[in-house]
């Protein structure tokens, strides 16, 4: 029987094989559908969010919104600033921003905003707190795979509590699929491998949740049932010239694959490509959205399979090799994980092994 928790249980080289694991994986989605929401929720957006000189400045710079009074004490005072503050764009575009993930990231569109609300002036270091309440839900009569919900949306600064803005929203919102899965948290995908068919686990199970008990039990379950606790992950992100030629230079790194392109035109491939770093850590980052990660602790046999160039969408695939409860501090568990990033066609690009503390769900 194949150990599918041995690091070399997968063969990146082969694709086939690849493809066929990945066709079979459940997705581990991000976001909420409609019937997620019910009137008078009420959410509070968790990872709230610094606003900070830097992205005030960035945010005036690429919007054309040139006024000095947000970067320049002394236009500031002239303008009965004490300080220079956060734009009130950049601010609502913050607030907006960190409830996106809570309310509108499985799709839609953004219909509607009004409302909108300044309380107080913000000021570079202020820490968010937003939470929101759900105001309305209704079913499209145009559209019916979509539900439109208003929310009102509250950016509080977090250490004073004092409100900063306020605004009611409106997306599409859409709703859920008939139910893919077996009930069993096993993805009904048909036949295992048959005879000559490549050498997959015959099932393949995602973990519950985030915490760490939550793939120690994914794991035990599997080894009980000839299974691979492997998933996919729903986000990708397509390469532009910020990740490809931009992170590297902000790291220093002159290689000239990253950022010249006439001199990698004659080049295997053709063209300039992400610094592995890069692409890695997008897929980490992936990963890491599906997980309740407390500290990273080691990486090992970590490959990059193929280029990834201008345009190409990064995504995600994990497997889970191990988990220690007694490798960790009381509140977490060590997790051994292999990652894969693959690109569009489904092609590996980037695959390594990553041990990290994973909380606890207490
Ligand atoms: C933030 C964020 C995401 C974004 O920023 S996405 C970028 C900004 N949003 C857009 O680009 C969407 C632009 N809008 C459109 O392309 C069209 O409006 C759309 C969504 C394709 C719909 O086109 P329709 O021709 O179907 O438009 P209707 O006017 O018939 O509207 C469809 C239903 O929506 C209701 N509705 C429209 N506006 C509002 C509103 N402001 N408030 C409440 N409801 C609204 C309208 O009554 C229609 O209802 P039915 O019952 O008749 O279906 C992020 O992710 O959060």
Redesign the pocket.
């Known amino acids: 029987m194949t150990d599918w928790t041995a690091p070399d249980a997968v063969d990146c080289a082969d694709q086939q094989t690849f493809e066929a694991l990945l066709d079979r994986a459940e997705t581990r989605e991000k976001g909420h559908y409609f019937e997620f929401f019910g009137e008078g929720d009420e959410l509070r957006h968790d990872p709230g969010l610094r606003l900070s000189v830097h992205g005030n400045e960035r945010w005036m710079g690429q919007t054309l919104n040139h006024d000095p009074a947000y970067w320049r004490p002394d236009t500031a005072r002239e303008r009965g600033f004490a300080e220079p503050p956060t734009h009130p764009d950049y601010l609502l575009a913050c607030v907006?921003g960190i409830t996106?993930e809570d309310?509108?990231?499985k799709g839609?569109?953004?219909?509607?905003r009004t409302n909108v609300e300044f309380h107080r002036t913000a000021y570079p270091g202020t820490e968010l707190d937003v939470t929101s309440t759900v105001l309305d839900t209704?079913?499209?009569?145009?559209?019916p795979s979509y539900g439109?919900v208003?929310w009102e949306s509250v950016g509080r600064d977090r250490q004073t509590g004092e409100r900063l803005v306020s605004y009611e929203r409106?997306?599409?919102i859409p709703r859920r699929e008939p139910a893919a899965t077996d009930g069993s948290g096993t993805v009904a995908n048909g036949d295992p491998a048959d005879e000559d068919g490549p050498d997959l686990p015959p099932r393949l199970l995602a973990p519950d949740g985030e915490y760490f008990e939550q793939f120690r039990d994914a794991l035990e379950r599997a080894r009980d049932s000839d299974a691979a606790v492997a998933y996919r992950h729903e986000r990708g992100r397509t390469m532009d010239d910020a990740l490809v030629s931009g992170l590297p230079l902000s790291t220093l790194n002159t290689a000239r694959q990253h950022h010249n392109r006439d001199a990698m035109a004659d080049s295997p491939s053709g063209d300039i490509v992400a610094y592995g770093d890069v692409t890695r850590s997008i897929a980490l980052a992936h990963a890491r959205s599906d997980e309740a990660t407390y500290r990273e602790r080691r990486f090992e046999d970590e490959r990059f399979h193929d280029f990834v160039t201008l345009g190409d969408t990064v995504s995600g695939f994990t497997r889970v090799l191990d988990c220690d409860g007694d490798a960790g501090p009381d509140h977490a568990g060590e997790v051994t994980f292999e990652h894969v990033a693959f690109n569009q066609n489904n092609t590996p690009v980037y695959s390594g092994r990553r041990t990290a503390l994973v909380r606890r769900h207490q």
């Open positions: 907006m996106v309310l509108s990231e839609g569109y953004f219909l509607g209704r079913s499209s009569s145009s559209r439109i208003t409106t997306n599409m």
